[in-house]
């Protein structure tokens, strides 16, 4: 008998991965490929079915027009205009069925994030206590841990509500995602560093800085929590002043070292505000700005947590050059793609940079901007100042603005370029945007920038 012009129609596990499978999805028929069926990964359900020998169609219950845009994305890795009828989460939850939620997270994400061409997608809201106090938005997938009020809040990569959990808290000052559905929170009304479990409420570890032989040790508050593969660094500040760093084992929980002990008697010694890990170099930034009467004041550090040692540090208003006497810093920030410091200055606004890896007593280089346009769009904005480094772009909020510098890339002749002419600046928002408030915090994650605004409900996405 000649079968050559025969076409089986199921497969059983190690057959050809041309042969074609039938499908009967909500009483609709649907015919594709073992290989279509097995790149939704080896975990999905649609790679199991291909592995399935059967003479007839497998039947499952479930929507067909929502499984034919799945389907059209395993052929071609990206989804078709009839997906536009159906909200994300619809699609979501279909993908989270048939195990290729990371097909259509990749087909959904947004284009890579570039400040200069950035706009306003939405506004993600708590459905209580609106006014974000603090937040966490993780680079790996765009996904935010909010602090509002006393409680915490998690949207997915759709930014899609998860979870909250009411805490102890009356306000949250820092919240920090250390591992997955768990969560690190601190409060300068009340003391201790708090670990929480996202997924059932529950507090599960305390850690408080104290010192028997010290009498002023007591009731500590935490100020800024950063984090390694391994360990979590909070700043810790008591009521008298004194201040530190503790370094935290994750998997225990338990205190591995204090280091950057000071009294607080001065700016030079207040606890860090910002504290951030440099994995690369192995080294802990950390920051610290007060602004009065007569301009800004503060330091930055940097410390080996090996050693518990500062192995550099500027303080400004300082003496020589680098401190540009009368124009100190307003905010700082580490690029940890381009291991580069970068600091914003209080009065013109002007941005410094310095190399990490080649610092010394006076390491600032400031940003030019040789666009006149530019350089006159706003005017000088004398004011509040957020300044954060994602995606080897810098970006700084003055006031209600917020601007972007960029890295030139693709230069063949960039070796003949000073650095500080690497850069270009342009505004992210239009002049109705800064009239909406302060911005009070700004940071990065997956291809989304996040940005909260003084006394104003929500984060801008």
């Not at 935290?248 to 009294?263: V, W």
């Not at 000073?418 to 408030?437: I, P």
């Amino acid at each position: 008998m000649d079968d050559r012009n025969s076409s089986p129609t199921t497969t059983a596990g190690g057959g050809d991965s041309g042969e074609r499978i039938k499908l009967n999805v909500g009483g609709k028929l649907f015919e594709t490929t073992v290989s279509t069926l097995r790149s939704g990964g080896p975990d999905s359900l649609l790679f199991a079915l291909s592995n399935r020998p059967a003479h007839d169609a497998v039947f499952i219950d479930r929507d067909p027009e929502i499984f034919s845009i799945l389907l059209s994305l395993l052929r071609s890795n990206r989804l078709p205009s009839t997906a536009k009828g159906f909200s994300n989460q619809e699609l979501i939850d279909e993908a989270l069925y048939f195990g290729i939620e990371s097909q259509l997270k990749a087909a959904l994400a947004p284009i890579p994030f570039n400040g200069i061409g950035a706009s306003l997608f939405t506004t993600v809201k708590p459905s209580s206590d609106g006014v974000v106090s603090d937040f966490n938005a993780i680079d790996s997938d765009g996904s935010l841990w909010m602090a509002h009020g006393g409680q915490i809040s998690v949207y997915d990569w759709n930014l899609t509500h998860t979870a909250t959990v009411r805490t102890h808290f009356d306000f949250i000052d820092s919240v920090k995602r250390i591992r997955p559905e768990i969560a690190a929170v601190g409060s300068s009304n009340a003391s201790g560093l708090h670990i929480f479990n996202m997924a059932d409420g529950r507090r599960i570890h305390s850690v408080d800085w104290v010192d028997p032989s010290d009498v002023r040790i007591y009731k500590a508050r935490v100020h800024a929590i950063a984090d390694s593969e391994d360990s979590v660094f909070a700043s810790y500040d008591c009521q008298h002043g004194e201040n530190c760093i503790l370094m935290i084992d994750k998997s225990t929980m338990k205190i591995s070292s204090e280091f950057g002990r000071m009294s607080g008697s001065s700016t030079k010694q207040q606890v860090p505000s910002k504290l951030k890990y440099i994995s690369d170099i192995g080294l802990l930034f950390g920051s610290s700005v007060t602004s009065g009467p007569f301009g800004c004041s503060g330091y930055i550090r940097l410390w080996d947590p090996r050693t518990q040692n500062v192995v550099w540090e500027a303080n400004e208003p300082g003496s020589g050059r680098s401190s540009r006497f009368g124009d100190s810093f307003a905010a700082a920030d580490v690029d940890l793609d381009e291991l580069l410091l970068f600091k914003v200055c209080s009065t013109s606004g002007d941005v410094g940079m310095a190399d990490l890896r080649k610092l010394s007593d006076d390491p600032w280089i400031y940003l030019k901007e040789k666009n006149p346009s530019m350089r006159s769009a706003r005017g000088i904005s004398i004011g509040s100042f957020v300044l954060h480094c994602y995606r080897k772009q810098v970006l700084v909020g003055s006031d209600g603005e917020l601007e972007v510098w960029s890295r030139v890339e693709g230069n063949g002749n960039s070796e003949e370029i000073a650095v500080e002419d690497l850069y270009r600046r342009n505004y992210v928002d239009k002049v109705e945007d800064s009239e909406r408030g302060v911005i009070k915090k700004i940071e990065g994650g997956w291809d989304r920038l996040f940005v909260t605004r003084e006394d104003v409900e929500g984060i801008e996405t």
